[in-house]
Structures are given as C-alpha cells and as structure tokens.
C-alpha cells in the first residue's frame, strides 16, 4: 500500500519562502511521476509541479521561476521550494503519485493513482 506523507507547510508573509517534502512509502515503481497540486477554498484542484524518475519536469505557469521542485529516487522524496510567495498560493497543498513518466497534461488533469492527506500554506499580505 502506497502512502505518502507531506510536510513543512505553515504561514508566511508574502514575499517569504516555505519548503514542502513529500515521502512515499510502498512506492515500488521502477518509474514514476510523483509532485503537488494545490486546491484553495472554493477553487479546483490545480498542478503545481510534477517531476519524474527520469527527470522529466512540468510546472505550471503561475509558479515559475518561483517554485522549484527536486527529487531523490533513492529516498522517494520530493521536495518542493516556494519562493517569492503570493497571497494567491495559500491552499491545500497535496503529494501525489503515479506509475510511468510526468506529462504536461497531468497538471491540468490530476491523473495520479496515489495522493497525500495535505499540509496547508497560507500566505498573508
């Protein structure tokens, strides 16, 4: 059984920096596509940042060149460093897992088999 375990959300101004580490146990893929979505109050669940056991990477676009993702395939561990944060990015934040490569699509789709409880981010003005 797949489980996965988010961490280090908080509260921060905005401006700041928070890191978000996701740890999979169970995960026995040789490949994978494993990274986070966000849902806010109200809204959709949305893509945040996915990358696989190849190294393929997606973001969405909101978070670029803000937001930088990093795995270890040995610890299957993904980490996520948020900075420059926005009032806009407070949300739910979940981990999230799948067999097989990362594709743009599954940004928008969220096609991922295994998914975390969630750990919140809250950005204050």
């Known amino acids: 059984q797949v489980q996965l375990v988010e961490s280090g959300g908080g509260s921060v101004q905005a401006g700041g920096s928070l890191r978000l580490s996701c740890a999979a146990s169970g995960l026995i893929y040789r490949r994978y596509c494993m990274g986070w979505f966000r849902q806010a109050p109200g809204k959709e669940r949305e893509g945040v940042a996915l990358t696989d056991t190849d190294g393929y990477t997606y973001y969405r676009d909101s978070v670029k060149g803000r937001f930088t993702i990093s795995k270890d395939n040995a610890k299957k561990t993904r980490s996520l460093q948020m900075n420059s944060l926005k009032p806009d990015d407070t949300a739910m934040y979940y981990c999230?897992?799948?067999?097989?490569?990362?594709?743009?699509?599954?940004?928008?789709?969220?096609?991922?088999?295994?998914w975390g409880q969630g750990t919140q981010v809250t950005v204050s003005s």
């Open positions: 999230a897992a799948t067999e097989g490569f990362c594709y743009n699509f599954m940004l928008k789709t969220g096609e991922l088999e295994h």
